[in-house]
């Protein structure tokens, strides 16, 4: 008797099976095994760090999070011990980061890849779904001509009212001289300002329903390196065509040739720490 | 943790913060390390010089309730002072309380040094 016809290549690697990485696999960073280059993103600076804008200076370290809880103990990653955590201060409108900074070798068609869950700090015996602003990535890239920067983020919440849709942008805030050498800039690409809804941009999550059950989601996002564009994103069930839909842009600049930057980030809405978890990141490429 | 060689990590939990009075820094989780050095450098200081801050170590359950370690420094209100403290065996996370003397004003630049 044959066997039945589910051999597939990426069950070689049962981690892999449950993503659909493009020919080349840039990175796979799997929390289990520790940060994999993952760190801290903070602001530009020149001889004192008071030149850093502030809401830089307030990003924190991530950490390997196993996700404990007080009411039910351990919830462990997707399919191990620790995730990738980003945590806010408990402070309304406060926001974090993850960066991981690589380059890239050819502009061609790359595809980010993970799974991914976020609560608030279980800190009230509430549902508390209201917590979390949003949650998102972007990346930071540059190629001969120009900076490019998509962002995407999920709004879970704004200002008390239920969001629920993904929202790219497409402006920064102006840029700043840092210090008396002009050497250095800064621009707050992460602020409030300037979000707009993708296509279609309604998605309701897998909150469940206190904050201490974590449900984790997928998320996959394409973009070509070489014309610069967004190719579309997908989470869970939901593709989304991105048609439409731009980056921040803005001239070269002189120290950041084939810049690979992947961030994620994450608000809250109330005075409550936000927690982002991330199981693993693939991030691949059709080179 | 896998791999062959000890995984290891440094977390600034502090940069150029400024210190007075009680403070304490965010809840930092490491489950994964055996062992965890705390350093603070004190940057600058903006009044009291001579004078110094109480930090101990506070270890938690959940993330929300804190208790004393045991382990705590002296730090030195002076600029360029450099002190640490050792820990293990801690549980999932990790903080300092700081007790700044009355009069005293810092800034900080503190960091945490884990080791699987």
């Known amino acids: 008797m044959s066997p039945p016809h589910t051999a597939h290549t990426a069950h070689a690697d049962p981690r892999l099976s449950r993503y659909d990485p493009l020919t080349r696999i840039m990175y796979f960073d799997d929390f289990d095994q520790g940060m994999n280059g993952w760190t801290c993103l903070v602001g530009n600076y020149e001889e004192s760090l008071a030149t850093m804008t502030r809401s830089y200076a307030r990003h924190t370290q991530p950490m390997l999070s196993q996700i404990t809880h007080w009411d039910s103990g351990t919830h462990g990653s997707f399919d191990g011990t620790y995730a990738l955590k980003i945590a806010t201060r408990p402070v309304a409108g406060e926001r974090n980061t993850a960066i991981k900074r690589v380059t890239y070798r050819r502009a061609a068609r790359i595809r980010m890849e993970t799974y991914f869950a976020f609560k608030p700090e279980a800190s009230e015996l509430k549902l508390s779904d209201l917590d979390v602003r949003s949650v998102g990535l972007l990346f930071d890239l540059q190629d001969a001509g120009q900076r490019v920067m998509p962002h995407l983020r999920y709004l879970n919440t704004l200002n008390g009212q239920r969001m629920h849709r993904w929202q790219f942008k497409q402006r920064s805030t102006q840029f700043r001289a840092i210090g008396a050498r002009g050497e250095t800039v800064t621009h707050d690409h992460l602020s409030p300002q300037d979000w707009e809804d993708v296509p279609g941009a309604a998605q309701d999550l897998c909150y469940n329903e206190i904050p201490t059950k974590i449900n984790w989601h997928y998320l996959r996002f394409d973009f070509d390196l070489e014309h610069m564009r967004w190719l579309g994103f997908q989470c869970n069930d939901q593709v989304f065509d991105c048609a439409g839909v731009d980056s921040i842009r803005m001239p070269a600049m002189p120290n950041l040739s084939c810049m690979l930057n992947l961030a994620f980030y994450c608000e809250a809405d109330t005075a409550k720490r936000t927690f982002f978890y991330l199981d693993s990141v693939l991030l691949s490429g059709e080179f | ?116």
């Open chain 2, 1 to 116: 943790m896998a791999g062959t060689i000890r995984n290891a990590y440094t977390a600034v939990l502090a940069r150029g913060d400024t210190w007075e009075g009680v403070v304490c820094t965010e809840p930092y989780e490491a489950a994964w390390a055996a062992e965890a050095v705390f350093f603070v450098h004190v940057m600058e200081v903006a009044q009291g010089a001579g004078g110094e801050a109480l930090a101990q170590v506070q270890i938690s359950p959940d993330g929300l309730r804190w208790v004393n370690e045991g382990t705590s420094m002296d730090i030195l209100a002076q600029k360029d002072a450099l002190c640490f403290a050792r820990v293990s065996n801690f549980g999932g996370w990790l903080r300092l309380l700081v007790s700044v003397a009355p009069g005293v004003v810092i800034q900080v630049l503190a960091t945490l040094a884990l080791k699987a």
